[in-house]
């Protein structure tokens, strides 16, 4: 799927579902722990029939906007009589980043929906992109096994959630597990101060770590960190724009960015990012429509001529009890492959939707 802008939508209605999935087992990071996540499903409806699905994804661990106020601003745009990414992405329309994200979302699915109806001939097959394992935080024995469990499947990249129990020692595990072969990733999810920082990042160093995300909390901080590692340094919570991802780039604060697209608005806002700087499609917990978004927005940036070809953390499918799509990315060996489908490719499964509705009441 191009990016490139698509005309005016006439909007016929609008569906707007939250949502929870149960996690297989709690999801624990130096931010605290969830049972399950909570997401909002968009089914944006034109007047050809035909429906673009969007998710908008509330950072709850972060303390983004509410699900609720999401549901709300969603809800909003049913009030319209049509609608585009122009009039979203100015502002025109006020949105919150994970509602920005899953109304642009939409249209970016209704656009493939409609270029495949138009023109059957034209599909294109898409390219498996590369994953990351994501570990949660536990004792390094515990992620150690989990480390193995994933690398069974096929995974050759772990990233590790550090800052809520012996950092130190899971990055050593999962090193003796894994082989000298396998890359490592670490995430503090800003949970250290800046002497923390610098102490453990000098201390895993010997383990041959590809990068730190986040391990403190502002660019200035990050800078000082990165000064005194030889780890490259990525930014997830400090970068959610790309003016954000300019002054991060200007204070040398870090090397790459994690992009996840609720946090940052979108598809297009992620490129744009990820022309500032080296960057990686991150999970936001997201359901299957965030997914298989995130995972065409990998694919660009793979094959953008000079990409680092960084593996992407777009695996968290697999930390989740069920799902609501009939039809979604499949990961195979490490690789997450996207539907065949037309536009995103996802067919969400009713019964399954509704099993899982949220009553915000």
Known sequence: MQFAMMGVVK????????????????????????????????????????VGLGEAVPLS?????????????????GARDSLDEATIRSGAVELSAPAR?????????????????????MAVAAKAVECNATL???????????????????????????????????????????????????????AWDVETAKRTLVEIEQ????????????????????????????????????????????????DIAGIKLSKVGGPEAAIEIAEVMPSYLSSALDGSVGIAAAAQVAQTLDEAPGGMRLAHGLAT????????????????????????????????DDAALAARRLDLR
């Open 207 to 254: 383990f041959d770590v590809e990068l730190a995300e986040q391990p403190v909390a502002t660019l200035a901080e990050m800078a000082e960190v990165g000064a005194a590692t030889s780890i490259p340094i990525a930014g997830d919570e400090s970068i959610e724009s790309c003016a954000d991802a300019e002054e991060a780039a200007r204070a040398g604060a870090c």
């Open 136 to 190: 949660v935080a536990g004792s390094p024995a515990a992620v150690a096994d989990d480390a193995l469990a994933w690398a069974e499947d096929g995974f050759a990249s772990f990233k590790l959630k550090l800052g809520a129990g012996d950092d130190v020692g899971q990055v050593r595990a999962v090193r003796e597990a894994v082989g000298p072969v396998a890359r490592i990733r670490v995430d503090a999810n800003a």
């Open 11 to 50: 909007i016929a209605s609008v569906e707007v579902v939250p949502y929870a999935l149960p996690f297989r087992e709690p999801y624990v990071t130096a931010r605290g722990r969830l049972d399950r996540r909570e997401t909002v499903l968009l089914r944006l409806h034109d007047d050809e029939g035909l």
């Open 101 to 121: 994200c899953a109304a642009l979302t939409a249209l970016l699915d209704l656009r493939g929906r409609r270029a495949a109806a138009e023109h059957p001939s």
């Open 61 to 77: 661990l972060r303390g983004g906007t509410a699900i609720e106020r999401v549901v709300t601003e969603l809800e909003g745009l």
């Open 317 to 348: 499918q697999r930390l989740f009890a069920s799902s609501i799509a009939s039809v979604e990315c499949e990961l195979r060996g490490g690789m997450l492959h996207l539907p065949g489908g037309p536009g995103l490719g996802v067919e969400i």
